[in-house]
């Protein structure tokens, strides 16, 4: 699998079919690419705020791929007329190859692309099962679960928030790491704007204590294969 990080929580995946989470990107100070020249199968959702559902719209527009999120954003999306896909946490569905189980997170979830913002239900992170398995957080504070999806998703590789304040800082991250125990980790959600600013050195030294996972720093733009 190439795993490519264009910044933020955003990803492309890219294996039995190009995935792409969390696409913030035309207001995203840090994003590598111009989003037209993003072209996914499926787009996934973690949660409303407009750093996560960012651009999903427009991109399912052009592209007419279908936008897969909690049940609340989906329906928000088909008001829209944009083909969605709604499911909720702890369920699983299955597209192509890949199977998406969608993991709790501790967040809150308004959809802040619109003005007044609206009910986004739950904050959700997801499992992403194309042979390899990625775990991608979403917006969350540690929680004792996070146990849990280790041991019954066995996640490969976990993208994880470290940038504090919304969500866990390194401190929090290194112990859901020591929690999940995936082979890889790659941090995220920091330093695209002063308020979650991080040095994602200090995360990997902790992990380090903690753990045998490995601790892989990217650049936006850059991608690791798995
Ligand atoms: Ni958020
Ligand atoms: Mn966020």
Known sequence: MKITWLSHSCFELIESM????DPYVRD????????????????????????HLGDAEKIARRT??????????????????VRSEGMNIGGSFQVGDVLFTMTPAVH??????TDPPRCGGEAAGFVIDDGIRVYHA?????????RLLGELYRPDVALLPIGGRYTMGPRE????????????????HYNTWPKIRQDPTEFRDLVETLCDSE????????????
């Open 138 to 146: 979403g917006d969350t504070a540690l929680f004792s679960d996070m």
């Open 215 to 226: 601790v892989v720093i990217v650049e936006p733009g850059d991608a690791v294969e798995c």
């Open 108 to 113: 809150s979830s308004d959809i802040t692309v």
């Open 173 to 188: 991250a290194a112990i859901a790491a020591s929690w999940i125990r995936p082979h890889l980790v790659i941090p995220m």
């Open 18 to 21: 190009k995935i792409l989470v």
């Open 64 to 81: 007419g791929s279908p936008v897969l999120a909690v049940s609340e954003v989906a329906r928000y999306l088909d008001g829209l007329g």
């Open 28 to 51: 995203n100070p840090r994003a590598p690419k111009p989003v037209d020249e993003l072209d996914p199968d499926l787009v996934a959702v973690t949660h409303g705020h407009a750093d």
